[in-house]
């Protein structure tokens, strides 16, 4: 009888530390992808691009208010600060100014607030499109652990891109 108390403890036991390291790696992962501070006077909006096979050797541009901000390419995401009020968000291959039909959204940036937006390629038959999506918290943390991507300081600019 002794004994089989013993293996269950050992089992809980096992379990409760397996708990604990799912715990502390989600934590641990969860700060490289920092939230706003509330008192800040713009919002903090990220640029997510994951792993993909279409596309990847092409850098991506991230636009605001069709203004190039950074080109991203697989695995990379970027953070920018934006003051509060209407701004429209675009993704689209290569240029510094916005193309017309892309795919544009629309969001009310708050101050203090956090926002995610990722870079999603479409493929279809005649054309590839890629467009800018916001996300949740959630979604961008799982995209950040699953993809491993990291941040991309220099927004994948580089002083011969000028």
Not at 65 to 90: I, M, T, W
Not at 124 to 134: K, R
Request: with cysteine; charged share 25%; aromatic share 14%.
């Amino acid at each position: 009888m002794k004994e089989k108390t013993h293996f269950r403890f050992g089992a809980t036991f096992k379990f409760f530390l397996m708990f604990v390291f799912l715990l502390t790696s989600f934590f641990i992962n969860a700060q490289d992808l920092p939230e706003n501070d509330p008192n800040a006077e713009y919002g903090l909006v990220y640029f997510l691009r994951g792993k993909g096979h279409a596309g990847s050797a092409t850098a991506f541009s991230a636009l605001i208010d069709n203004v190039r901000v950074c080109k991203l390419n697989n695995r990379r995401y970027s953070a920018h600060q934006v003051e509060p009020g209407e701004h429209e968000f675009k993704a689209q291959f290569g240029g510094k100014k916005g193309k017309k039909k892309a795919e544009v959204a629309v969001i009310e940036i708050e101050a203090g607030k956090t926002y995610y937006l990722q870079m999603i390629m479409q493929t279809s038959f005649w054309v590839n499109d890629v467009s800018a999506q916001e996300i949740t918290r959630n979604s961008a943390l799982r995209l950040f652990n699953d993809d491993k991507i990291k941040l991309d300081p220099y927004c994948g600019e580089t002083d011969l891109d000028e």
